[in-house]
């Protein structure tokens, strides 16, 4: 543990009968604005200076673990070790809380990027790290990230670090343990799967429903909140397309609104939780949720008004 750390990062919240815990995997520092596909970096720096966020940003990530009873499925599985000292923290923390590895039974991934894939498999011995789990993932990583041609159009970083580690992360699962889907569809009870393409081909959001609320873990949908939302045109350095995931990001947020989804991400604050509301001119706005102290104290703070007319 690096000095001056905060505690590590565990969070639970119900939704519905679900118990959905957030593991903070880590964090990363960025030393320049040039993450974001904006050359107008005063622009840039207005907004995040008018929400407070600290510039460049420092960027948490998390992963999301949901447990009904029956299954335990970690959506998203930390950066493994490829990341730095700051990273790879989610095996510590299911170990804190008690869980094996081989009682994860299901890794649903919002796409293949170390962040969120490089903790399936350890690379020296091409070991599962979840030997139980079926791993669930939109075709169009498996065919994008393994794609030759696609791979030598590639700067030699991403050769590295999206190509080459994308596959050891996922061959050991392959074919027998991996479930791919290439639509929206529910791919477990009470979880669907719903594309959004452009940060990746085959970037994903999981809806999860139970009882009466409803929760959309968006993965990269926003890396920055305090830009992306004001300005949803604005794209990452990371995007494999970044017109078309601007096009996923603002049906997502729309989706958000009219849905009045609770939102996890895996680049928000930790722990990742908020709701988005309207904003002026195509605009969004992001409203954080509060830190709530026990599971017991008002952990359903999105009542709708559809919902209270009984
Ligand atoms: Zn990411």
């Known amino acids: 543990m690096i000095a001056f750390e905060q505690v590590p990062g565990i969070y639970h919240r119900m939704v519905g009968d679900i118990l959905v815990t957030a593991l903070c995997d880590g964090y990363v520092t960025y030393d320049t604005l040039d993450i974001m596909k904006d050359p107008d ?15 460049p940003p420092v960027v948490s990530i998390n992963a ?21 000292p700051t990273c790879g923290r989610l ?18 991934l919002t796409h293949v990027h170390p962040d969120h894939s490089n903790g399936l498999t350890d690379p ?5 790290l979840f ?12 065919t994008h990230w393994f794609d030759d041609e696609q791979k030598a159009k590639a700067t030699e970083r991403q050769k590295r670090v999206y190509f080459d580690a994308g596959r050891t992360q996922l061959r050991p699962y392959l074919p027998d ?10 791919i477990l009870p009470g979880i669907t799967a719903v594309p959004s393409p452009g940060h990746t081909p085959g970037h994903t959001c999981y809806i999860v429903r139970s009882k009466d609320e409803a929760m959309i873990i968006w993965g990269d949908t926003v890396h920055i909140p305090e830009v992306q939302l004001t300005d949803p045109d604005v794209g990452m350095i990371f995007d494999t397309d970044s017109p078309a995931g601007a096009i996923s990001r ?9 849905e009045d989804l609770l939102v996890a991400g895996m680049h928000i604050h930790f722990p990742g939780f908020a ?32 919902s209270q007319k009984n």
Not at 64 to 84: A, H, K, N, P, T
Not at 91 to 108: F, K, S, W, Y
Not at 177 to 186: G, I, L, P
């Open 250 to 258: 603002r049906w997502i947020l729309q989706r958000c609104v009219d």
């Open 131 to 142: 030997p139980s789990a079926t791993v669930h993932v939109h075709q169009a990583e498996i």
């Open 177 to 186: 343990s991996v479930k791919a889907f290439d639509r929206e569809r529910d």
């Open 41 to 55: 970096h005063g622009k840039l720096e207005r907004l995040l200076a008018g929400e407070t966020r600290v510039s």
């Open 124 to 128: 020296a011995s091409g070991r599962k």
């Open 91 to 108: 095996p510590g923390l299911l170990d804190l809380l008690g869980i094996r590895p081989d009682q994860i039974t299901d890794v649903a």
């Open 275 to 306: 709701r988005i509301r309207p904003g002026y001119s195509g605009a969004f706005r992001f409203i954080q949720e509060q830190w709530f102290h026990a599971l017991n104290h008002g952990h359903r703070p999105g009542i709708r008004v559809s």
């Open 64 to 84: 999301f673990l949901l447990r009904d009873g029956e299954r335990s499925v970690l959506v998203d599985c930390g950066s493994g070790d490829i990341m730095g």
